[in-house]
RNA sequence: GCCGGGAUGGCGAAAUUGGUAGACGCGACGGACUCAAAAUCCGUUGGGCGCAAGCCCGUGGGGGUUCGAGUCCCCCUCCCGGUACCA
């Protein structure tokens, strides 16, 4: 038993730091900068052990910056505006402030009792009028800059939400937050023109941002090289399309247009209305989930009428189908089916030409009739006129020859334009609910939208309105009821923003969050800008990352860092780069799954042959009565489809074919393999699945040190992994080690030179090799380093060998090394044994190379590639000796038999590989 | 389908980037302490063979490069994440 007790240290420490100032951070021009961002919480009212998981690591992180001697800036805030908030208010009818307040006050408790390092008087949260006057400034900015504006457009809307949704929290054809279908919409609303930083984003210069986030982004922008075309119909109406492939338009025997095209009334012909009217309605009625759940069978309409293509002359039908989507290029494509998968479908299932126009490279033409899929490799253009004959190969764009010559050969002949294209769409950003920041725009009478003054904002979001599901500002005249800039009657803008927005900009608020002047007070930002680490959720990957990066460089550019930039240039400090990007550094943090369960109870028919089981039906039910089953028992195991069940029989494994049926007590409905799968193993921590893990609960059993070093002890970092409430025994057994031995009386009764000097050396070796880790965001084996210095300390003390000198110097190294990790214990100890100034202000300490190199190591040898010996041999030892030592070994010269190495292959000290 | 990331003991995981596979921890097993249990302490722990010295096998599967491959190259299987009539 030790007196190690963390609920009264952690608590006192918390307290006596606050009231220091501990963790405060201000300009100082003096010493280099470090500004460590983690991703805001929004205020959903309890901390989920994955909030632990993001911060904790960030926060020993940011601490271990600050020991290496840059004044460190780790600011917290909310993100408070949202729907949920809004729901409770129409639920339990408690106002939405009242809702985010409470629940903010909470979680700043349950944040103070992780121990971080946050300086909380940056603490700004986004529903504060404080806060979001400053969101409305940047949006009247944007408006300024033609960057927001009022467009129509097919929209998503959220029936469930009774709101619009930008394109990027939509998820196949759901909405991101609640998984609800949205519909498509015409509607007038805001945008912000995030399209015109499209080749911007594109580029991630400077920025050390994981590979996937960028590969995403990119993907997300979807940037893609060809040319506009313009066809005419009969009418004299110019059809433009997009294409990839414009040296396939010799090749184009239809045109498809999206069912919603402006175009498709006046080419609709008379025979035609009716088939047509009837194929519009059904595609506007469906929901893009049911439109992608039917089956990927084709689907459209001959309008009836013809447009010419431009390059042949040829008249071509005009049909409509849902695969083309108005929101996507034009709205409106050439078809190619010889070349084109899709165009192929539809060619085929409606009976339209096919007319290759690409012979494949090396083989024979290819013949319309005999096709069974497009072709869409290189090979040499035919039947294409001008560009006859020319190669085509598999690049993209002007790279691709025949697509270069067949661009020049349009913009000659003013036929088309080289054109490119963007998946991504402007951000739309007006939302028809109530909790969000008002939109500074006022709708005068004569249709004119005009910003509200800046000397009237902020625009307050009234209090006193009525909760029933829809936006209530819409019906609240005092909010609605305006007077424009010349003192008419009018309408205020009762949209409020996404609250993306307010999560754009939110860590230049933590700068300055009182500050009356400005978003942010420039000598701050000049000092602190930019965020050198980010830390925080991939899921974030397109939406708030991508935003983010658009709202850095539209400020950039509309001046708001003017200030900054020539205070940075004051100081000695380069603006240059410091606003194009948000974020120089970003990490991902993985995901902390439910407790692997095992206890499951398996029956299961089938056909058994020895203790293998052919399974035909499984059924997983904890109250399973041990009756008729082929095998009953508890479930050991699983690998893919194979269970291992431990039955009375003994170890079964059973195997459990696609076709066999299953039955999950827990997961209500028909159920498969696939449910099977994951059912039994890891899963999402969820209230309704009861496998939620609550700090609350660890810190007050383990302590919050405990926590902390067991999440970033028991996984790689960016990757996560199922929780296990026994491995956390093993780090709280780590932190009583460490107070054992720095509480320890320690008088050695035999200290030697050999004992001293390999303490020593694993503590010279441990400093360095845990600056490095957590340089790298590797805490996991940081923390095993100190667990294995721990070891060599806790052997020290057995053998009682080593000087007292050198056993002072390993556990407070210990102390300082695990400071950033366990801030509580490591200041308690640090103060019992006789320092009056924290552990957290100390800095890192150095690594002496000199005591940490090591004399002799343990040298491989290796005959024809198997270890057969392993030699001690000084660090220094040169290849002959190696040789030498390895040839003389015993174990060598039986192998070698009396006869001659064939060759001997030396890396001195490691390994020396003798071949015969 | 496409893009990205993976697959290493019973489990979470390490491996200086081509050089001792399994550090560190969990669990398990054996022992000490205890009337007993927990806690704690000591030890063992990839699989197989062997009394032992030791030998063989082993990083999802199959090939290859190399004196030497978890690591590099080719092919395949599966898992996770993202995304999808994107013209």
Excluded at 124 to 130: I, L, Y
Excluded at 249 to 271: C, I, K, N, Q, Y
Excluded at 748 to 767: E, F, G, W, Y
Aim: hydrophobic content about 40%; some cysteine.
């Amino acid at each position: 038993m030790t007196d190690y007790d963390h609920q009264a240290i952690e608590k006192s420490w918390q307290e006596r730091w606050e009231a220091e100032g501990l963790y405060h951070a201000d300009v100082d021009w003096s010493r280099p900068k470090h500004y460590a961002l983690t991703m805001l919480p929004y205020p959903s009212g309890d901390f989920h052990i994955g909030h632990w998981y993001a911060m904790s690591p960030s926060d020993a992180r940011a601490r271990y910056m600050r020991m290496k001697g840059y004044n460190v800036l780790f600011p917290m805030g909310f993100d408070a505006f949202g729907l949920p908030a809004e729901n409770a208010a129409v639920q339990r009818n408690i106002h939405p402030a009242k809702w985010t307040a409470d629940r903010i006050e909470r979680m700043r408790g349950q944040l103070r009792s992780m121990g971080a390092m946050f300086d909380w008087r940056r603490e700004a949260v986004s529903s504060d009028p404080d806060y979001y006057t400053w969101t409305e400034w940047l949006f009247k900015r944007l408006y300024e800059h033609d960057l927001a504006y009022r467009g129509e457009a097919l929209v998503n809307w959220s029936p469930t939400l009774q709101t619009v949704l930008a394109n990027e929290q939509v998820i196949d054809g759901k909405d991101e937050r609640t998984g609800q279908p949205v519909v498509q919409r015409l509607m007038e609303q805001w945008f912000f023109a995030i399209t015109n930083y499209a080749d911007e984003l594109l580029r991630y210069d400077g920025i050390d941002w994981p590979e996937a986030i960028r590969t995403m982004q990119t993907n997300w922008i979807g940037r893609s090289e060809g040319a506009e075309v313009t066809f005419t119909t009969e009418h004299g109406d110019e059809i433009r399309v997009f294409t990839t492939r414009p040296d396939t338009l010799w090749g184009a025997t239809f045109m498809v247009l999206a069912p919603e095209h402006p175009l498709v009334d006046s080419l609709t012909s008379a025979d035609q209305r009716e088939a047509v009217d009837t194929y519009r309605e059904q595609a506007g009625r469906r929901t893009e989930l049911e439109r992608m759940e039917e089956s990927r069978e084709k689907t459209g309409v001959f309008t009836g009428g013809y447009a010419v293509n431009p390059v042949n002359g040829e008249r071509i039908p005009v049909w409509i189908a849902d695969y083309v989507l108005l929101s996507y290029g034009t709205g409106a494509i050439m078809a190619v089916p010889a070349h084109d998968q899709r165009d192929f479908e539809f060619a085929r299932h409606f009976g339209l030409d096919i007319v290759p126009v690409i012979r494949p490279e090396g083989e024979e033409p290819l013949v319309a009739d005999e096709m069974t899929e497009s072709y869409v490799g290189p090979g040499a253009m035919v039947s294409s006129g001008p560009i006859d004959g020319t190669e085509t190969s598999d690049a993209k764009g002007r790279a691709n020859p025949s697509i270069a010559a067949t661009i020049d050969w349009l913009e000659a002949n003013g036929a088309g334009v080289e054109s490119i294209n963007y998946r991504l769409r402007d951000w739309l950003i007006s939302r028809q609910r109530y909790w969000g920041s008002p939109i500074p725009m006022i709708h005068r009478q004569d249709g004119v939208i005009e910003p509200v003054p800046d000397e009237d904002l902020p625009v307050i979001l009234p209090e006193d309105v009525e909760f029933h599901g829809r936006s209530p500002l819409a019906e609240y005249e005092p909010f609605y009821a305006a007077t424009d800039s010349e003192g008419q009657p009018a309408r205020r803008e009762t949209d409020t923003l996404d609250t993306f927005m307010c999560s754009s900009w939110y860590w230049f608020r933590y700068l300055s969050p009182h500050y009356p002047d400005g978003p942010f007070d420039a000598e701050e930002a000049a000092y602190w800008l930019p965020v050198d680490t980010y830390t925080g959720g991939s899921e974030h990957a397109v939406m708030h990352l991508l935003y983010a990066r658009f709202f850095v460089k539209a400020m950039r550019d509309m001046g708001v860092f003017a200030d900054t930039e020539r205070l940075m240039r004051e100081h000695g400090k380069n603006p240059a780069g410091a606003f194009d990007e948000p974020f120089m550094m970003l990490r991902n943090q993985g995901q902390i799954l439910g407790e692997e369960r095992d206890g499951d109870v398996v029956v299961v028919q089938g056909e058994r042959t020895g203790n293998k089981v052919m399974a035909t039906s499984v059924t997983v039910d904890p109250d399973a009565r041990p009756h008729a089953g082929t095998v009953v028992g508890e479930l050991v195991r699983r690998t893919e489809n194979l269970l291992q069940v431990a039955s009375d029989g003994g170890l079964v494994t059973v195997e459990v074919p696609d076709t066999a049926t299953v039955d999950i007590a827990a997961i209500p409905g028909t159920n498969d393999v696939t449910q099977l799968r994951h059912h039994l193993e890891v899963q999402r921590m969820s209230k309704s699945k009861g496998n939620v893990v609550n700090p609350d609960d660890l810190v007050e059993q383990y302590g919050a040190d405990t926590v902390r070093t067991y999440l970033m002890f028991a996984f790689e970092w960016q990757k996560g992994g199922p929780w296990d409430s026994r491995g956390i025994l093993g780090a709280r057994r780590f932190i009583e080690d460490v107070w054992k031995l720095a509480t320890a009386e320690y008088t050695p009764s035999r200290p030697n030179p050999d004992a001293t000097a390999k303490l020593r050396r694993s503590v010279h070796q441990t400093i360095a090799k845990v600056g490095a880790d957590l340089e790298e965001f590797k805490f996991n084996t940081a923390v095993a380093a100190l667990m294995a210095l721990r070891n060599d300390i806790q052997e020290g003390r057995r053998g009682e060998d080593v000087t007292p000198e050198a056993w002072d110097e390993a556990v407070e190294t210990l102390l300082l090394l695990l400071a950033p990790i366990a801030p509580h214990v490591t200041e308690e100890l640090w103060h019992r044994r006789g320092h009056d100034e924290s552990i957290h202000l100390q800095a890192w300490p150095q690594s002496d190379a000199e005591v940490a190199r090591v004399e002799t190591v343990t040298m491989v040898i290796q005959v024809d590639g198997k270890v057969r010996d392993r030699v001690e041999v000084p660090a220094a030892i040169s290849e002959e000796e190696a040789i030498e030592v390895a040839l003389a070994s015993e174990r060598v010269q039986g192998y070698l038999d009396g006869g001659e190495p064939r060759t001997v292959v030396a890396r001195p000290p490691k390994i020396v590989n003798v071949v015969l």
